[in-house]
């Protein structure tokens, strides 16, 4: 790849970073930036990007629990959003183009409709990448949030494989047997590929040869065989470790996807301005995708964040309009448009999404006007009644910390985390696990009424830096008494931690480390004391 690719990639994919914003952001501007040198991404760069996007598609199948879709709040969230907004942004593009406004001019109903479709779709590659930044994969917004993109892609796999004139191949009837078929055996290579570079190679063959390079074999689309090839291997044990072992390749090709939408095109100022007012419909969409979700009782918090992860728009919404330039159906302007949209609410939204918490407790009261009176079944009220230690995030770390605190306060230990799959497991274990999700302020007001004991322990085990600093934050806002102990990756994060009130931090690989080393030498005392005993006999 060239050399002042990479170089204004990083450089400016860090100096975002380092004012708080995700990288992404650097990486579309470094797009743009490209452009006006003149830079000329090319079929190598495009490669990179649809491969980028087909690991995303996959790692998305990993994680999907395919229940999930048929949540009211995912199905119907969906459709009734693509619905809505279709309609009114249709109807609001035909009277511009019967205005004689410039390029909306000669649009008809069906070029007006095709590209109110192609505006409704939310961009999956950003709240990923920022529900993956934050942690939040498993949280009650970040479940519907997933859930919803997914059905989006569904919408956008129906129109692509029909917009082109011609149906799948017969033998894509075949593909459920040819799953059934391939799914032991697959299960049977992912075990014995191990846990280094081959679990790494054997991620690869399933998500572009065995996924995108199957269904296409059969006409179907590549993204959406990733997808379910994912899902198939979703169930296996090691589903998990495959996510994160693609994790630092799939985000490396998928800066060539943020830099591909800024050289798309070098807009003129008519381009801008229509772009600048899709933007200004971006709140619209937000808007509408909030009281939706209220309405499926989801509380404001969850709504706004789900909301904010959907605020922008989206790359296949670029997909479909290059079929619709493709097709003679939009003229090639329409494309510079969407992608200089597309990134403007990337930019706006990332900055959104990472003051989603500050939005929503400045406005709280407003918002929470638009909650129903009834509760989401996986967003009831809290009682850890008795808890004297809470342990807040049940992975594998809380998990070990949960079974030490019981052996030694016995049931007055309570555990927390967002995730619904990993409390009922937890629950089947015989461990008292509730759903909670400590990042958010309304979780600790609802168990306020224990925050007032000097006895009560915090124990925050979240895999997130910034979802440990959440809580720690929250914790001193409603005056927290007791004692705060967090564990963290690296030691700038004790030091963040111990600075933001914690009162025991810990960097868990040094004490894992000491851990072992502690176990280590006890075994080899042991070995020594019993030495002279067997010379004896």
Request: contains cysteine; glycine residues 10%; charged residues 15%.
């Given at each position: 790849?060239?050399?002042?690719?990479?170089?204004?990639?990083?450089?400016?994919?860090?100096?975002?970073?380092?004012?708080?914003?995700?990288?992404?952001?650097?990486?579309?501007?470094?797009?743009?930036?490209?452009?006006?040198?003149?830079?000329?991404?090319?079929?190598?760069?495009?490669?990179?990007?649809?491969?980028?996007?087909?690991?995303?598609?996959?790692?998305?199948?990993?994680?999907?629990?395919?229940?999930?879709?048929?949540?009211?709040?995912?199905?119907?969230?969906?459709?009734?959003?693509?619905?809505?907004?279709?309609?009114?942004?249709?109807?609001?593009?035909?009277?511009?183009?019967?205005?004689?406004?410039?390029?909306?001019?000669?649009?008809?109903?069906?070029?007006?409709?095709?590209?109110?479709?192609?505006?409704?779709?939310?961009?999956?590659?950003?709240?990923?990448?920022?529900?993956?930044?934050?942690?939040?994969?498993?949280?009650?917004?970040?479940?519907?949030?997933?859930?919803?993109?997914?059905?989006?892609?569904?919408?956008?796999?129906?129109?692509?494989?029909?917009?082109?004139?011609?149906?799948?191949?017969?033998?894509?009837?075949?593909?459920?047997?040819?799953?059934?078929?391939?799914?032991?055996?697959?299960?049977?290579?992912?075990?014995?590929?191990?846990?280094?570079?081959?679990?790494?190679?054997?991620?690869?063959?399933?998500?572009?040869?065995?996924?995108?390079?199957?269904?296409?074999?059969?006409?179907?689309?590549?993204?959406?065989?990733?997808?379910?090839?994912?899902?198939?291997?979703?169930?296996?044990?090691?589903?998990?470790?495959?996510?994160?072992?693609?994790?630092?390749?799939?985000?490396?090709?998928?800066?060539?996807?943020?830099?591909?939408?800024?050289?798309?095109?070098?807009?003129?100022?008519?381009?801008?301005?229509?772009?600048?007012?899709?933007?200004?419909?971006?709140?619209?969409?937000?808007?509408?995708?909030?009281?939706?979700?209220?309405?499926?009782?989801?509380?404001?918090?969850?709504?706004?964040?789900?909301?904010?992860?959907?605020?922008?728009?989206?790359?296949?919404?670029?997909?479909?309009?290059?079929?619709?330039?493709?097709?003679?159906?939009?003229?090639?302007?329409?494309?510079?448009?969407?992608?200089?949209?597309?990134?403007?609410?990337?930019?706006?939204?990332?900055?959104?999404?990472?003051?989603?918490?500050?939005?929503?407790?400045?406005?709280?009261?407003?918002?929470?006007?638009?909650?129903?009176?009834?509760?989401?079944?996986?967003?009831?009220?809290?009682?850890?009644?008795?808890?004297?230690?809470?342990?807040?995030?049940?992975?594998?770390?809380?998990?070990?910390?949960?079974?030490?605190?019981?052996?030694?306060?016995?049931?007055?230990?309570?555990?927390?985390?967002?995730?619904?799959?990993?409390?009922?497991?937890?629950?089947?274990?015989?461990?008292?696990?509730?759903?909670?999700?400590?990042?958010?302020?309304?979780?600790?007001?609802?168990?306020?009424?224990?925050?007032?004991?000097?006895?009560?322990?915090?124990?925050?085990?979240?895999?997130?830096?910034?979802?440990?600093?959440?809580?720690?934050?929250?914790?001193?806002?409603?005056?927290?008494?007791?004692?705060?102990?967090?564990v963290a990756h690296f030691d700038d994060q004790v030091e963040a931690l111990r600075a933001a009130g914690?009162?025991?931090?810990?960097?868990?690989?040094?004490?894992?480390?000491?851990?072992?080393?502690?176990?280590?030498?006890?075994?080899?005392?042991?070995?020594?004391?019993?030495?002279?005993?067997?010379?004896?006999?």
């Amino acid at each position: 790849m060239d050399p002042l690719l990479i170089s204004v990639a990083f450089i400016l994919g860090f100096l975002v970073r380092q004012v708080g914003l995700p990288p992404l952001v650097g990486f579309l501007a470094a797009g743009f930036v490209l452009n006006a040198l003149d830079f000329e991404g090319g079929e190598t760069l495009q490669l990179v990007a649809d491969l980028g996007v087909t690991l995303l598609l996959f790692s998305i199948g990993l994680k999907l629990d395919l229940k999930s879709l048929v949540r009211p709040e995912v199905w119907g969230g969906a459709s009734l959003h693509m619905a809505i907004t279709v309609a009114v942004f249709g109807i609001v593009v035909f009277g511009l183009g019967v205005a004689g406004l410039s390029l909306f001019a000669g649009l008809g109903i069906a070029q007006a409709t095709l590209v109110a479709f192609a505006l409704s779709f939310s961009s999956t590659v950003f709240a990923v990448k920022i529900l993956e930044e934050k942690g939040e994969m498993a949280s009650m917004h970040g479940r519907a949030s997933i859930g919803i993109l997914i059905m989006q892609d569904i919408f956008a796999v129906l129109f692509l494989t029909f917009s082109v004139g011609k149906l799948p191949s017969p033998w894509a009837l075949l593909v459920p047997v040819a799953l059934w078929v391939l799914k032991p055996v697959l299960y049977r290579l992912m075990d014995r590929s191990g846990h280094g570079e081959l679990l790494l190679l054997f991620g690869l063959f399933a998500a572009l040869v065995a996924g995108a390079g199957g269904f296409n074999l059969v006409g179907l689309k590549a993204g959406l065989g990733a997808l379910v090839l994912g899902v198939v291997l979703a169930g296996h044990a090691k589903s998990s470790e495959l996510s994160k072992t693609l994790l630092g390749l799939k985000d490396l090709l998928l800066v060539g996807f943020f830099l591909t939408i800024g050289l798309s095109g070098v807009p003129d100022l008519e381009a801008v301005g229509i772009a600048a007012l899709l933007v200004a419909a971006m709140p619209l969409k937000a808007g509408l995708f909030y009281v939706l979700l209220t309405r499926f009782r989801l509380r404001a918090r969850s709504s706004l964040l789900g909301s904010l992860n959907l605020a922008n728009y989206s790359e296949f919404g670029l997909i479909i309009a290059a079929v619709g330039v493709s097709n003679g159906w939009l003229s090639q302007e329409w494309l510079v448009i969407i992608a200089l949209a597309l990134s403007a609410t990337f930019v706006i939204a990332a900055p959104l999404n990472t003051m989603a918490d500050a939005i929503y407790i400045r406005y709280r009261e407003r918002l929470c006007r638009f909650e129903t009176n009834t509760r989401h079944p996986d967003d009831q009220p809290i009682d850890p009644a008795g808890a004297i230690v809470g342990v807040f995030g049940m992975g594998r770390i809380g998990t070990r910390v949960y079974d030490f605190m019981r052996e030694k306060y016995g049931e007055t230990v309570i555990g927390f985390d967002f995730s619904t799959k990993r409390v009922e497991k937890h629950n089947a274990a015989g461990r008292r696990v509730l759903f909670g999700d400590p990042t958010d302020p309304d979780f600790w007001q609802r168990i306020q009424h224990l925050n007032r004991q000097s006895r009560m322990m915090a124990i925050l085990t979240m895999p997130k830096h910034r979802a440990n600093m959440a809580a720690v934050r929250h914790l001193a806002d409603i005056d927290f008494h007791g004692q705060i102990a967090a564990v963290a990756h690296f030691d700038d994060q004790v030091e963040a931690l111990r600075a933001a009130g914690v009162h025991a931090a810990f960097n868990f690989y040094s004490e894992a480390g000491l851990g072992f080393a502690e176990h280590a030498w006890e075994m080899f005392e042991s070995q020594q004391k019993s030495e002279p005993d067997n010379e004896r006999h």
